[in-house]
């Protein structure tokens, strides 16, 4: 009897990596609210390219379940605050009122990111 060499997933997974899924679960412009140990984290899909990034909002501490992506930017679907998925970093209200709000700097913090790999389709977040 021959023998399967095919290597799971689970098999090559790092240990600090963890499966959130997989690509078919999240189309091109939509995300996935999930935790991770705990940990609310939203993982988005930009034109295939797959980024995970924190799950609060710095904003209101909404969770950023139901968030869009659009053009590398997620969309906050509470107040709509944008994100940069490649770097976390604010865009709006950021780009429209830089320095003029002194409160609104505390609110404009930037969401930390994550490190994914992929493994087939299946998604994999580093939380280290
Ligand atoms: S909670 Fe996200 S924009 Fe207000």
């Not at 997989?22 to 930009?46: D, L, M, Q, S």
């Not at 869009?68 to 509470?78: A, F, G, Q, R």
């Not at 709509?80 to 709000?101: L, W």
């Amino acid at each position: 009897m021959d023998r399967d060499h095919r290597t799971s997933a689970s098999e090559e997974r790092p240990a600090s990596f963890h499966s959130v899924g997989r690509i078919e679960e999240i189309p091109p412009g939509r995300t996935k609210f999930c935790r991770i140990e705990g940990k609310p984290i939203v993982i988005a899909n930009w034109a295939g390219q797959i980024f995970a990034l924190d799950g609060i909002c710095p904003h209101r501490l909404n969770p950023l379940e139901g968030a869009t992506v659009c053009e590398y930017l997620l969309d906050c679907p509470w107040h709509h605050f944008q994100y940069d998925i490649r770097t976390g970093e604010n865009h709006y209200p950021k780009n429209v009122y830089p320095k003029d709000y002194p409160a609104l700097q505390e609110q404009v913090g930037p969401l930390r990111t994550y490190r994914v790999e992929l493994i087939g389709s299946e998604i994999l977040v580093d939380l280290t």
